[in-house]
């Protein structure tokens, strides 16, 4: 049986681990399945390929295929310099809705990080994808556009706003909050997960974090009140079995994010909070080359490489395809194949085990051998059973 996987290559290290990570994505399918499941790739263009064969970073045709689609994956793609769209990969998530990005974050054992106890991370983030800054409205200092709005400001609402200032507006919604929350506390539920924290900055904006924060609790409250608990209301009794609902300050999830990791398991925040702690979270467990994710609308799931395009590094055949294959497992996961996912993920574990790594990885480990991009993958394919 086929099952359809459209692909977008991407730019810089794209194409270089692109072509590594396919076959061990192909191979795991087959070992865990003994051959009754393949998928069946099909290309979409996107990024600088897109350019030069269709004078475009983001066809039509593409679009088209996406909006009738339910897994894609993707490789990095670079931002067009000069004008026009001014990010591919928002602009993928804002045509499509893909309001939730996902990024589970947990160890390797054997890659060195930064911190002392890495195991103790093991989070899963939600983070919200289309409205807060990605839907922000900004006017540049000194522009006709910034001085009326700031001056309507001062004369309707009395605002403080310093003369000669840029302004952003970053609107967020009840609905665009609620479902982001809603799908978190979903995923702690159906994978037995014991809180769902929320992550805001409602302490000073409190009607936009400070309403993300409302709006989640309500969720949790009336969808879920049978399994869930607010942590203020919780105790080792009445908690037994059910999920407690969390709420932290951004800039002091941060900290905790260091000192107990452990005390969390789902993260849900909206999209500013939740690019700063994807990013620092995945430090802790070693960088963004080992970070997978994915991108989600209630029909699409676009899984993809987490880190840049990466251009110095780009043709050199040294770039760490972590990412890609673990979204990769991600997808297989979420297209119902389990024993596949754990079969790449396995295998990327008994690489960094032997310390037969990418020099990213080498680089931080000791004794370490480096090996190509390339190699890389031909090893992970035998250690593929």
């Known amino acids: 049986m086929k099952h359809t996987v459209y692909w977008i290559e991407g730019?810089?290290?794209?194409?270089?681990?692109?072509?590594?990570?396919?076959?061990?994505?192909?191979?795991?399918?087959?070992?865990?399945?003994?051959?009754?499941?393949?998928?069946?790739?099909?290309?979409?263009?996107a990024g600088e390929k897109a350019m030069r064969e269709c004078g475009t970073p983001l066809p039509q045709a593409t679009l088209d295929t996406l909006s009738k689609a339910s897994v894609a994956i993707k490789g990095p793609l670079g931002t067009p310099v000069g004008g026009g769209i001014r990010s591919l990969n928002v602009a993928l998530r804002q045509t499509f809705d893909l309001y939730a990005c996902i990024r589970p974050v947990s160890w390797f054992e054997g890659i060195i990080t930064p911190v002392k106890h890495p195991e103790r991370v093991n989070m899963v983030i939600f983070r919200e994808n289309t409205e807060d800054v990605y839907a922000g409205i900004e006017y540049a200092a000194g522009t006709p556009e910034a001085e009326k709005l700031g001056d309507f400001l001062r004369s309707e609402f009395g605002a403080a706003i310093r003369a000669g200032s840029a302004i952003g507006i970053k609107p967020m919604s009840?609905?665009?909050?609620?479902?982001?929350?809603?799908?978190?506390?979903?995923?702690?539920?159906?994978?037995?997960?014991?809180?769902?924290?929320?992550?805001?900055?409602?302490?000073?904006?409190?009607?936009?974090?400070g309403g993300f924060r409302a709006w989640g609790y309500e969720v949790a409250r009336e969808e879920f009140g049978d399994i869930t608990i607010p942590e203020k209301e919780a105790t080792p009794e009445n908690s037994k079995g059910k999920i407690v609902i969390k709420d932290r300050?951004?800039?002091?999830?941060?900290?905790?994010?260091?000192?107990?990791?452990?005390?969390?398991?789902?993260?849900?925040?909206?999209?500013?909070?939740?690019?700063?702690?994807?990013?620092?979270?995945?430090a802790q467990v070693g960088g963004l080359g080992m970070a997978p994710g994915v991108n989600m609308s209630d029909e699409l799931a676009i899984f993809e490489a987490t880190h840049g395009t990466a251009p110095t590094a780009a043709g050199k055949d040294i770039a760490n395809p972590g990412s890609l294959m673990l979204s990769g497992a991600l997808m297989l996961q979420h297209m119902g194949f389990a024993e596949a996912a754990r079969k790449v993920q396995n295998a990327i574990l008994a690489a960094v085990a032997d310390k037969t790594v990418t020099p990213d990885l080498a680089a931080e480990m000791e004794n370490a051998q480096a090996v190509s991009c390339t190699q890389f993958g031909e090893i992970l394919l035998k250690k593929i059973i």
């Not at 979903?186 to 302490?203: C, E, F, M, Q, W």
């Not at 994010?257 to 909070?273: C, F, H, M, T």
Request: no cysteine; proline share 5%; aromatic share 6%.
């Open 174 to 209: 009840e609905a665009g909050s609620k479902r982001l929350v809603r799908r978190a506390i979903r995923y702690a539920i159906d994978n037995g997960l014991p809180s769902v924290t929320l992550v805001h900055k409602g302490n000073i904006m409190k009607f936009t974090e």
């Open 249 to 282: 300050i951004a800039d002091a999830m941060f900290q905790e994010a260091l000192l107990r990791p452990e005390q969390y398991s789902v993260l849900a925040l909206p999209n500013l909070n939740g690019d700063y702690i994807s990013d620092a979270l995945a």
């Open 11 to 45: 730019d810089g290290i794209g194409p270089e681990i692109w072509k590594v990570t396919r076959p061990v994505l192909d191979a795991a399918m087959k070992a865990a399945t003994n051959g009754e499941h393949e998928i069946e790739w099909v290309e979409l263009l």
